[in-house]
């Protein structure tokens, strides 16, 4: 069982006086990245967002959004400085009379200058809501990493498929094998025959020579290797939680066994099942990239 860092989730609390949104985003990331966007009231509260969050999606690149919209308030959430509104307005007309230059929308532009229209921070209702913030927080973070598990059993899936792919590759590796030592053994009778009635040799040295030849180019080791590291991978796969970096691991030995293999044949049928193995390895690797 594996999870995506991939998810979403969303969670809405609405009463009579007021609504709560709650958005959560994770992407890939080696670390917990978090990024918190919340109203100003609860700015003391990121250390406590920050906990939940750690406990539910682990690591990630996470952007949470906290939304508080009151339905009914007794005063705007801007406040406006009447006194420098008006000192702006008489300043303006004094530099348009100067100028000569007519001032379109002064009522705009005036109230567009700094300081004149603030933000007012609710708090009086910070505390008593907080309760209610929190499990909406929760809820949003339960729905996030649920969406997580989904995405997980669909990578789950498609990794199950490409393992298939390299092991019915491997396969025909290991049935090509026998004919390219034969091939091989033909090719050097066939090119050292003459050379070797006409001229003397040491036939006991040309013999070992020619088994250090053959170990160099047998593959049983590579392909036995290769067998162990794609059962462990499914194997982690799926019985493990949180194995994202462990199965990037083991697909970086699968390549090297592949490598080697592919370095080794020296045969071009069994080049072909490599370069196949190498673009569904690829595929394995750029997609555990995004596992948990």
Not at 73 to 85: H, M, R, T
Not at 207 to 218: G, M, N
């Amino acid at each position: 069982m594996i999870k995506s860092m991939t998810g979403y989730g969303q969670a809405i609390y609405e009463s009579d006086q007021l609504i709560i949104t709650v958005e959560v985003k994770t992407l890939n990331s080696k670390f917990l990245d978090l990024s918190i966007r919340s109203p100003r009231q609860y700015s003391d509260k990121e250390l406590e967002i920050r906990n939940l969050v750690g406990q539910v999606l682990d690591r990630g690149k996470v952007n949470l959004t906290i939304e508080l919209t009151q339905k009914s308030a007794a005063e705007l959430p801007v406040s406006f400085n009447q006194e420098l509104f008006q000192s702006y307005i008489l300043k303006y007309k004094e530099l348009s009379d100067r100028s000569g230059v007519e001032v379109h929308d002064l009522f705009k532009l005036a109230l567009q200058s700094p300081n004149v229209m603030t933000s007012v921070v609710e708090k009086s209702s910070s505390e008593e809501d907080w309760p209610i913030v929190k499990e909406t927080i929760q809820q949003a973070l339960t729905d996030c990493d649920k969406f997580r598990m989904d995405e997980g059993n669909a990578l789950q899936e498609k990794f199950l498929s490409n393992l298939e792919i390299i092991r019915l590759q491997l396969s025909q590796v290991k049935v090509l094998d026998p004919m390219r030592k034969e091939r091989v053994r033909s090719r050097i009778r066939t090119n050292f025959a003459d050379w070797l009635e006409e001229n003397s040799f040491d036939k006991n040295r040309f013999e070992q020579e020619l088994i250090y030849y053959f170990e160099k180019i047998d593959i049983t080791e590579e392909i036995v290797r290769l067998e162990m590291h794609l059962n462990y991978f499914e194997k982690n796969l799926l019985e493990a939680l949180n194995q994202g970096k462990k199965l990037g691991f083991i697909s970086q030995e699968i390549g090297r066994e592949i490598n080697t293999i592919g370095s080794k044949a020296n045969d071009a049928e069994m080049q072909q099942s490599v370069v196949i193995m190498k673009d569904e390895l690829e595929k394995v690797k750029e997609q555990a990239l995004n596992i948990l």
